[in-house]
């Protein structure tokens, strides 16, 4: 460590990006008590701690010895600048996962970087370990943005085991919880991960205990989602001012039905593979009810380069390279094709479980006045497709006569 801190020195001051957890609790007081750091705390809220956790979480950092904190409320930004984009992409890693910690870690470090530079500080400091992604996630978002600011990682770079930082706690008098949680729960408004032993094999499901939303509806009720361009703008016959605030409502829904838990098993940036739960189920309806919605409304062709772009998309973004400027040109590639994504999607909610039964739109592309699939038309002849076929596979026909004439 002490490569990146010959540069820092007693009394400089140093923004912390402040969970109020294990980690981030160790890095203020080893950078104030070992250090002689001014440490600034600051905490981006993308939209899964309440009021009162985030007030329990200012005293707390307070108490550790921090100069100030500042609490972000980053909910609006982070759908703004980044869920609006997965939604519109509908994306998925793995065809599972709706990356909720990969998108929320870049709006934290995107936050972070900027409150560091208007607070002039010297240094900025996360509380990553060096077995994970969101080590890099961060370190990247920092070099870009603000590149003369030292990056601090006490956990990383000290190889510290939980038990080494507890130890150093409870020398320094600080009250905290203790007890290993058996789970490591994240919570934000496009997910919430869950890590446990059964995550760490490659064989094992969480048990019910184990999510932290509680399957409490039963039997079945349909959802509508109204969708204006791209964006969920009502939920049944409820309007909201942002889309922010439908996800939210929708997770209250079909969040006690238990849907949208899963099990990802992906490639880290670093090249391992990892297992992790989640909980999802405002994010899974949305993306399904979304594509639903366009599979109606968008042509062949848009589909087919929106499913190219939009997975380099969600790979890019989950390795952290939100600043490439690719990613604006797909933003907006992806924007200019949600034009005519307005209308209604109707959904059937069950325990563990969800179906998309139908939607209604202005722009829907199935309409009757141009034929019924599989059984008539009224835009065409039986002539006209015939010459149709025979041209259209012209030049496939041209090639087996010349290799069967040479056979």
Known sequence: MASE???????????????????????????????????????????????EELKNIEAHAYNLGVKTHTTIDAVTSYYDSIIKYLIYGNVLKNNTYPLSVSAERLSQAL??????????????????????????????????????????????????????????????????????????????LWGTSVGGKE???????????????????????????????????????????????????????????????????????????????????????????????????LTKWQLNWKDQLAQFYGNWLHEGQIMDPVMRDIESFLENTQENVTGTVFVQLHPYRFTITGIESAFDLMSSKFGKYGEMNSGWSGEDVRGFSKIFGNQTSIYHSIKNSQS
């Open 111 to 188: 936050n972070i970087a900027e409150h560091a530079k208007k607070m002039n500080a010297t240094a900025v400091v996360h509380g990553s370990t060096g077995a994970g992604n969101d080590q890099v996630r961060f370190d990247m978002v920092f070099h870009i943005m603000i590149p003369g600011v030292t990056i601090i990682t006490p956990i990383r770079d000290m190889q510290l085991s939980r038990e080494d930082e507890i130890a150093y706690l409870k020398s320094k008098g600080v009250a905290m919880n203790f007890e290993k949680a058996a789970y490591s729960i994240n919570k934000g």
């Open 5 to 51: 801190l010959h540069q820092v020195k007693a009394g400089d001051k140093v923004v912390l990006g402040f969970s109020g957890g294990l980690d981030t609790s160790y890095c203020v007081k080893y950078l104030t008590d070992e250090k002689g750091y001014e440490v600034h705390s600051v905490i981006v809220n993308t939209g899964g701690f309440s009021e």
């Open 199 to 297: 995550t760490l094999t490659s064989k094992g499901m969480l048990p019910e205990s184990a999510w932290p939303t509680q399957v409490t509806a039963s039997g079945s009720e349909e959802v509508s989602l109204h969708f204006e361009q791209g964006a969920l703008t009502m939920i049944n016959d409820k309007r909201f001012d942002h889309p922010t605030k439908a996800i939210q409502y929708l997770q209250t829904i079909a969040g006690a039905y238990g849907i949208g838990r899963d099990i990802h098993v992906g490639d880290t940036i670093i090249g391992i593979k990892g297992r992790v739960g989640f909980e999802a189920a405002a994010p899974m309806v949305i993306l399904k009810a979304h594509h639903a919605l366009e599979k109606h409304v």
